[in-house]
Nanobody
């Protein structure tokens, strides 16, 4: 069993930065990935970024590339999503998940409860 807890969401102004955390307990398989997704009201859950659990390879959506950075913490059980140059369209509930998937939410096995990010113009 793997449990994930997101934190760090909040309300910021356009252009600000925010760092989200995903604390992982349990033992994800080394072949799995931890992904960040986001879901705006009335929309699908969209891929943002992912990192391999067993090595530091990272993956980004086009909207995240160049603005967001996904990284493991020193304890290796926390994964961060550093978000810079935030835009109002980044407003969503952000979720972290683990599984053997990449950018498809259905391929992730465990999810956190989500953290709200609101970017005002």
């Amino acid at each position: 069993q793997v449990q994930l807890v997101e934190s760090g969401g909040g309300t910021v102004q356009s252009g600000d930065s925010l760092t989200l955390s995903c604390a992982v307990s349990g033992r994800p398989f080394t072949s799995w990935r931890l992904g960040w997704f986001r879901q705006a009201p009335g929309k699908d859950r969209d891929f943002v970024a992912a990192i391999n659990w067993g090595n530091p390879a990272t993956y980004y959506s086009n909207s995240a590339k160049g603005r967001f950075t996904i990284r493991r913490g020193n304890t290796k059980n926390t994964v961060y999503l550093e978000m810079n140059s935030l835009k109002p369209e980044d407003t969503a509930v952000y979720y972290c998940g683990v599984g053997d998937g990449y950018s498809t939410p259905s391929s992730y096995r465990y999810w956190g409860q989500g953290t709200q990010v609101t970017v005002s113009s």
